[in-house]
């Protein structure tokens, strides 16, 4: 039998850390939605026309009370937020059910955008719709040219 010299140099534990990573790795229950930053986000179009600009948010399931949007410091504030209880009683059991989806997004406006207008917002389909009017462009005042006498 012969010994081998230990090198516990740059390890952070004294066995091999990819046995650890690969036994994290392994569980399903570590990659699972639950652990996301970002929760539920709902996918977005952004289309810029030449007089507005519209915003389309998929989030099915939910009702037109269901979402809050707000504009702050030129930053488009939208969210949705979803709860639903059910509740069974038979004479010799109860049945429970609930659920809980909610999402948050916030756009920086561009500068084009007159937050001072009425924003038009519709639900349907599933489709939550906002249309973001455009300022008006500023008319070039035409060149004049002066004599000089």
């Given at each position: 039998?012969?010994?081998?010299?230990f090198?516990n140099?740059n390890?952070l534990?004294?066995w091999n850390?990819?046995?650890?990573?690969?036994?994290?790795s392994?569980?399903d229950?570590?990659?699972s939605?639950?652990?996301?930053?970002?929760g539920?986000?709902?996918?977005?179009?952004?289309?810029?026309h030449?007089?507005?600009?519209?915003?389309?948010?998929?989030?099915?399931?939910?009702?037109?009370k269901?979402?809050?949007?707000?504009?702050?410091d030129?930053?488009l504030y939208?969210?949705?937020?979803?709860?639903?209880?059910k509740?069974?009683?038979?004479?010799?059991?109860t049945r429970q059910?609930f659920?809980y989806?909610s999402f948050?997004?916030?756009?920086?406006?561009?500068?084009?955008?007159?937050?001072s207008k009425?924003?038009?917002?519709?639900?349907?389909?599933?489709?939550?719709?906002?249309?973001?009017l455009?300022?008006e462009?500023?008319?070039?005042?035409p060149?004049?040219?002066?004599?000089?006498?």
């Amino acid at each position: 039998m012969s010994l081998t010299k230990f090198n516990n140099r740059n390890r952070l534990f004294p066995w091999n850390n990819l046995d650890l990573k690969s036994f994290l790795s392994s569980d399903d229950f570590f990659n699972s939605d639950f652990f996301a930053e970002e929760g539920l986000m709902p996918a977005m179009n952004v289309k810029e026309h030449h007089t507005d600009f519209e915003i389309e948010f998929a989030a099915p399931g939910f009702n037109k009370k269901d979402f809050e949007v707000t504009i702050e410091d030129n930053v488009l504030y939208v969210s949705g937020e979803k709860k639903m209880e059910k509740e069974e009683k038979e004479d010799d059991y109860t049945r429970q059910e609930f659920s809980y989806n909610s999402f948050k997004r916030s756009l920086r406006l561009p500068e084009t955008v007159d937050v001072s207008k009425e924003i038009e917002a519709t639900y349907k389909n599933g489709i939550l719709k906002l249309n973001l009017l455009k300022k008006e462009p500023i008319k070039e005042i035409p060149k004049k040219v002066v004599e000089i006498n």
